[in-house]
């Protein structure tokens, strides 16, 4: 199955939200590993989004958002989007 990495972070949201419930203990297992593999990838993929968002911060606000550069926000943007197209085959 190929997922994009944006389908993930969507996935991950419903598998965390399935994990809280109570559920028969097999497929609780069950969905616990496929979270903790989703997990694996977006942790990678974290580290990647972390160094573009500092290539581009041009500061940090009060709230702990970053503000990006306006002259360069086009870039981030289309390297944000390229990140967050990126397939993922296996999980």
């Known amino acids: 199955m190929k997922l994009k990495l944006n389908?993930?972070?969507?996935?991950s949201l419903g598998l965390v939200s399935l994990i809280e419930k109570e559920l028969p203990i097999s497929l609780a297992f069950k969905i616990q590993r496929i979270q903790n593999k989703v997990q694996e990838e977006l942790d990678a993929s974290d580290k990647v989004?972390?160094?573009?968002?500092?290539?581009?911060?041009?500061?940090?606000?009060?709230?702990?958002?970053?503000?990006?550069?306006?002259?360069?926000?086009?870039?981030?943007?289309?390297?944000?989007?390229?990140?967050?197209?990126?397939?993922?085959?296996k999980i």
């Open 49 to 89: 989004r972390k160094k573009l968002i500092e290539k581009y911060k041009e500061k940090e606000l009060e709230d702990g958002q970053v503000q990006i550069k306006k002259d360069k926000l086009k870039e981030f943007n289309i390297e944000m989007d390229e990140l967050m197209k990126q397939e993922i085959k």
């Open 7 to 11: 389908d993930l972070y969507s996935l």
